[in-house]
């Protein structure tokens, strides 16, 4: 008695999700998904960029539902990733360099699906690679910098101490010392593990350490421990550089101007080529040129940023699309030698 | 690099110490009175995060860092009252009620912040309004010229917030309440050999709810200062491992108030002075990497435990739940 009822009530549901899976086709033919980075959705940097300039506007343009996952820490990716696989979902966009390994397991269990994953390359036929040229953003925000430094003194902190986070780093020191030759740049690494991005009163004391030192301009690489080195900067009066999104709102007045990523037009951009039939796998390099990385102005640092300094970023900046300044990479030979 | 500015380096990694000292002085302190009565807090890491997220909460919302405070010493309150009635009232085992309770505090401070702010178990940033400001002391600046004691009195003594100054002056005054009252002296026994307080007719369980209880305020404190005083808003697992650290400083200080406020000012040297060194060139060696860095409080942590302190005693009844007749 009690078995043929849930035979009922599993049969009546296999038909509800049928035909719920059929009406979803009427209206699109794809189920698109999204994982979030661990640090949280709304981290005020890159996975908010991710969902304001790429989930939200295919949504709101498109009408069709992205499925969202936010993992809480690192062991819950995979598991995430193989589920929305499993129910079907795809293209599948994996938010950051720290879900690498988790693509890779879930690629190969699920050929069929679809994935995209921000910031790391892994070689599966069916995943796509989006990587940018961090150092070349990091380069132009160096540039105004060394501009807007007094005491030519300006301090880099980077999040976790790995060669992506090193690529930011180098490319601003490159920036710097091309505009400014005798300028001294303060490197600092907020720790090896990936607590590193989430440790914002380490970031306020390195702030502090580099600031002692003479720096007056701090650009921080470091996800959630950035909003420490801003709010250091912000009481001292000194400027600070953000970081992925643009993060000039968060400190007007003392925030310079953020080196930008725009990770959520390559969230966009899988999931309309999806919708077009045209993703292809592979590996996209997006820099200066593709519109990948930028300096960002608004009304927020519009005070800060005079009409000379804004020429000049912007001619360096034609200078490295049209190739005539190369920005040498740190992780293509590991080191800062340029 | 002539005199004047080592001088003023070294202040300065002074000055940093006793900011990231701070914390450690109030959980230690927390920690002294629970575990001189026999109650072992390794939920020192959770009441400091869930104080931290209600102070960075309150402080949005009221923008009054002195109601915010008050909120997140009540919120402890409540963790360490939760320690102590599985702990005390049911004789549970310390050790995993501590842990449950960090696990609790992590998770829920998360879950509590997407609900409530929307921006992944953050809290948004305070104005200076809903924080606890430097404060200058008098005559720093007209002081500041005065060579060698000038700087001292400007970067170091003066320019903290009043939390800091707070956690420093209270350190004697544990001195006191523990070696100098009643209260004390029943304490430091109730941690000892409470059958003997228990035959003198003082109830066991009431003085180490009291205990108990004194750690929760002080964590409020503490959380505090880490999320409204140092920082300006609630990011997760903020405390990054202060209470761990504030045990251990414990332990270094023989669970007595001067030793643990050594102890915790050492461990916070040894943070400031490695975020100096990071990155320097060291002659002959080159730049020391970031992992080694911050490898060095944990080997210096063993090293001298092994070799310098000497044996450090534990309260004799520290872990034990008191069972009146069996």
């Known amino acids: 008695m009690k078995k043929t009822a849930i035979n009922k009530l599993v049969k009546g549901l296999t038909v509800a999700l049928a035909t719920g899976a059929v009406s979803m086709s009427a209206l699109a033919d794809i189920k698109p998904a999204v994982v979030y980075s661990d640090a949280g959705k709304f981290d005020k940097s890159f996975s908010e960029a991710v969902w304001n300039n790429g989930v939200k506007r295919f949504m709101d343009e498109t009408g069709i539902e992205v499925k969202e996952a936010e993992p809480t820490n690192l062991a819950q990716v995979e598991q995430y990733m193989k589920r929305l696989a499993k129910r079907g979902h795809s293209p599948i966009v994996a938010v950051g360099f720290s879900q690498a390994n988790a693509v890779a397991a879930a690629a190969k269990e699920y050929p069929d699906a679809q994935f995209t994953l921000i910031d790391m390359v892994v070689p599966e036929p069916n995943v796509q690679n989006v990587v940018f040229k961090e150092h070349e953003g990091s380069f132009l925000v160096g540039v105004l910098a060394a501009m807007k430094s007094d005491s030519d003194v300006i301090g880099f902190v980077g999040g976790m101490d790995i060669p992506l986070i090193s690529r930011f780093g180098c490319g601003y020191e490159q920036g710097a010392k091309y505009q400014n030759a005798d300028i001294k740049v303060i490197h600092n690494m907020t720790g090896s593990t990936p607590a590193a991005f989430g440790n914002p009163s380490k970031g306020a004391e390195l702030t502090r350490s580099q600031m002692e030192s003479g720096a007056d301009v701090i650009f921080a690489a470091a996800g959630g421990t950035g909003n420490g080195v801003y709010q250091a900067a912000a009481d001292a009066g000194k400027y600070a550089i953000g970081v992925d999104s643009n993060q000039n709102h968060l400190h007007p007045g003392t925030m310079l101007t953020s080196m930008v990523k725009r990770v959520g037009e390559a969230a966009y951009q899988s999931y309309s080529a999806a919708k077009d039939g045209s993703w292809a796998p592979g590996v996209q390099v997006m820099g200066l040129a593709e519109g990948g990385v930028d300096w960002a102005l608004d009304e927020h640092n519009r005070g800060l940023v005079t009409q000379q300094m804004e020429a000049r970023v912007n001619d360096v900046k034609a200078k490295i699309i049209a190739g005539e300044i190369v920005v040498h990479d740190y992780m293509s030979d590991n080191t800062c030698n340029y | ?326």
């Open chain 2, 1 to 326: 690099m002539d005199f004047s500015d080592l001088w003023l380096t070294f202040l300065l990694t002074l000055d940093a110490t006793l900011r990231l000292a701070t914390p450690l002085v109030l959980a230690a302190m927390a920690g002294l009175f629970s575990e001189r009565s026999g109650v072992v807090d390794i939920g020192l890491e959770g009441k400091m995060l869930a104080a931290c997220f209600t102070s960075a909460s309150v402080a949005y919302v009221t923008g009054s860092p002195w109601l915010a405070m008050f909120a997140a010493i009540g919120v402890s309150m409540v963790f360490a009252l939760i320690h102590g009635f599985a702990t005390i009232t049911h004789k549970g085992d310390q050790i995993v009620s501590g842990v449950a309770l960090n696990i609790l505090a992590s998770g829920l401070t998360i879950i509590l912040g997407l609900s409530w702010f929307r921006q992944g178990g953050q809290t948004p940033s305070l104005t200076q309004e809903g924080r606890f400001l430097s404060i200058e002391l008098p005559g720093a600046d007209l002081l500041a010229n005065v060579p060698v004691l000038g700087p001292l009195y400007k970067e170091l003594l003066s320019g903290h917030n009043i939390l800091v100054y707070l956690a420093f002056a209270l350190v004697p005054v544990v001195w006191w309440v523990l070696y100098r009252t009643r209260f004390g002296l029943r304490l430091r026994a109730v941690g000892e050999n409470p059958k003997a307080v228990d035959t003198a007719g003082i109830s066991v369980n009431g003085l180490r709810y009291r205990a108990v209880l004194i750690g929760g305020v002080l964590c409020g404190i503490a959380g505090s200062y880490i999320a409204i005083a140092h920082n300006a808003a609630f990011t997760r697992d903020m405390t990054a491992g202060a209470g761990y650290i504030a045990l251990a400083a414990l332990i270094f200080g023989k669970w007595r108030p001067i030793g643990v406020l050594f102890a915790c000012l050492l461990f916070g040297f040894l943070q400031s002075f490695a975020m100096r060194i990071e990155g320097v060139p060291v002659p002959g060696i080159g730049a020391i990497p970031v992992q080694l860095i911050e490898a060095v409080p944990y080997i210096l942590t063993v090293v001298l435990l092994a070799g310098f302190i000497g044996k450090a005693i534990p309260p004799k009844a520290i872990g034990k739940p008191y069972v009146k007749e069996r």
